[in-house]
Nanobody, 124 residues
Framework: QVQLVESGGGLVQAGGSLRLSCAAS????????MGWFRQAPGKEREFVAA????????YYADSVKGRFTISTDNAKNTVYLQMNTLKPEDTAVYFC?????????????????WGQGTQVTVSS
C-alpha cells in the first residue's frame, strides 16, 4: 500500500510560482511512476505531468510544457511539481498519483494510488 500526501498549494498572482510536494510512504517507489493531475471547478480531472522513478523520464501536458517541472528526491521519497509563470487557468485542485505503469503515463486510470489534493489558486 502507498500513501501520498500533497502540500504546497496556495494563492498566487498570475506570473508567480509555486512548488507542490508529494510525500510517498508505505513502500519503495523505485518501480512506480508518479503523476500530477488537476481538476478545475466544473471540469474533468486532467493530466499535468508525470515521471518514472526508475529513469527520471518526464512527460508534460502541452498546456504546462515549458512552465512546469516535475522532479523527485529519492532520499525523501518525494516528488515535486515546480510551477512557474502561473496563469489563472492553472487554478485547480492538484492531485498526486502513483502507479506501476507500462507505456504512456497520462492515463489516470492506470494510477492505483492518489493523494487528497491541494488547492492552487492563481489570481489575475
Amino acid at each position: 500500500q502507498v500513501q501520498l500526501v500533497e502540500s504546497g498549494g496556495g494563492l498566487v498572482q498570475a506570473g508567480g510560482s509555486l512548488r507542490l510536494s508529494c510525500a510517498a510512504s508505505g513502500r519503495s517507489m523505485t518501480y512506480y511512476s508518479m503523476g500530477w493531475f488537476r481538476q478545475a471547478p466544473g471540469k474533468e480531472r486532467e493530466f499535468v505531468a508525470a515521471i518514472r522513478w526508475s529513469d527520471a523520464g518526464t512527460y508534460y501536458a502541452d498546456s504546462v510544457k515549458g512552465r512546469f517541472t516535475i522532479s523527485t528526491d529519492n532520499a525523501k521519497n518525494t516528488v515535486y511539481l515546480q510551477m512557474n509563470t502561473l496563469k489563472p487557468e492553472d487554478t485547480a485542485v492538484y492531485f498526486c498519483a502513483a502507479g506501476s505503469i507500462l507505456g504512456v503515463l497520462n492515463d489516470q486510470l492506470k494510477y492505483a494510488y492518489w493523494g487528497q489534493g491541494t488547492q492552487v489558486t492563481v489570481s489575475s
